[in-house]
């Protein structure tokens, strides 16, 4: 199993940027790709940008261009940096794995609030 701690968010205006961090450990060498995942009040989680351990992204069509996903080998740590916010980005925002065996999801943390004001 994989442990997360997911840091981060906070309130941002419009146009600004944040940058989440989420920190893994335990049984890192079973981790197929890492990602950050959103749900905004009365919506879907949905995806906004994942990381596979051969360093391929895909982003959500929204953040596309705004927003970075990237790692830190060394630290076992991922980030999302979000630039040019919008307050439809607004929403509870989650790391979690692919596992490589089977590629289901690790256990759901609290996540993040990340508030965007208009």
């Known amino acids: 199993q994989v442990q997360l701690v997911e840091s981060g968010g906070g309130l941002v205006q419009a146009g600004g940027s944040l940058r989440l961090s989420c920190a893994a450990s335990?049984?890192?060498?079973?981790?197929?790709?890492m990602g950050w995942y959103r749900q905004a009040p009365g919506k879907q989680r949905e995806l906004a940008a994942i990381l596979t351990n051969s360093g391929d992204t895909n982003y959500a069509d929204s953040v596309k261009g705004r927003f970075t996903v990237s790692r830190d080998n060394a630290r076992n740590t991922v980030y999302l940096q979000m630039n040019n916010l919008k307050p439809e980005d607004t929403a509870v925002y989650y790391c979690?794995?692919?596992?490589?065996?089977?590629?289901?999801?690790?256990?759901w943390g609290q996540g993040t609030q990340v508030t965007v004001s208009s």
């Open positions: 979690n794995v692919r596992y490589k065996a089977d590629l289901r999801f690790g256990s």
């Open positions: 335990g049984n890192i060498f079973s981790i197929n790709a």
